[in-house]
């Protein structure tokens, strides 16, 4: 796993991961990871100044240090560095588990043919994501618009990022989900891994895609299928 993107979320990962290892096996088995913890100040300086291949050389070097610890596969514990995955995978022998193709899958096997996304303003902006989600599994994928995406963006870095979780800004975001519904969505991919600690499915009627949960999930099957 490579984690700390923010840690707040790499810990949902890492609890999810065990919990479902926990329960396919029983007993007191848990999950064998090796997991490489960035500082997210260094990646978050990085990403607002658009020095993105400087940020996929640091995340190269960590997903080295997982496949040298005995990785089988890697998982690159957010949604955003995911603009850098191809550089990352290019640097190591191991299988890349991309989240976008974890979600869509599950949005495929459900039968969800259009899909709002949330996350921060690089996800939603750029292509790297929602273009792979429409491209490779023929799924229409809507955003939000400008202004609601700056305060989606603002609400992940100087929030959750940091654990705080307030209701204000759930009220916020549950009204973007309302409107995505609205406009078509029949469902929303919370596209970035910090949104599940503020939004989760009993807040709204609205199908919620957890991208940290269903990233883990995959982890898991392809775990147990090798162990």
């Known amino acids: 796993m490579l984690g700390g993107m923010s840690w707040e979320s790499t810990a949902s990962y890492y609890s999810a ?34 020095r993105w291949d400087e940020a996929a050389n640091l995340l190269c070097r960590a997903a080295q240090s997982v496949e040298a610890g005995g990785a089988d596969f890697l998982l690159i514990c957010t949604n955003t560095m995911h603009k850098v995955a191809e550089q990352i995978a290019s640097s190591i022998a191991i299988p890349l588990v991309h989240i976008a193709d974890a979600t869509a899958e599950q949005l495929v096997a459900d039968g969800v043919k259009r899909v709002g996304l949330l996350g921060t303003r690089f996800t939603m902006e750029q292509d790297f994501y929602k273009g792979r989600v429409s491209e490779k599994y023929g799924i229409d994928v809507l955003v939000p618009d400008e202004e609601e995406q700056s305060l989606i963006h603002k609400v992940i870095y100087t929030e959750l990022c940091l654990g705080e979780i307030r209701d204000a800004s759930r009220e916020k975001y549950l009204k973007i989900i309302g409107s995505l519904h609205a406009r078509g969505a029949e469902a929303v991919i ?8 503020l939004v989760q499915q009993k807040h709204t009627q609205v199908p919620l895609y957890d991208t ?12 147990i299928g090798q162990s």
Do not use: P
């Open 190 to 197: 919370l596209g970035c891994t910090e949104i599940a600690l």
């Open 17 to 50: 991961v065990n919990k479902g290892v926990s329960k396919a096996l029983g007993g007191l088995h848990s999950a064998r990871v090796c997991l490489y913890s960035v500082d997210f100040a260094e990646i978050e300086q990085l990403q607002h100044e658009n």
């Open 212 to 223: 940290t949960q269903i990233h883990a999930g995959k982890a898991v099957t392809l775990a």
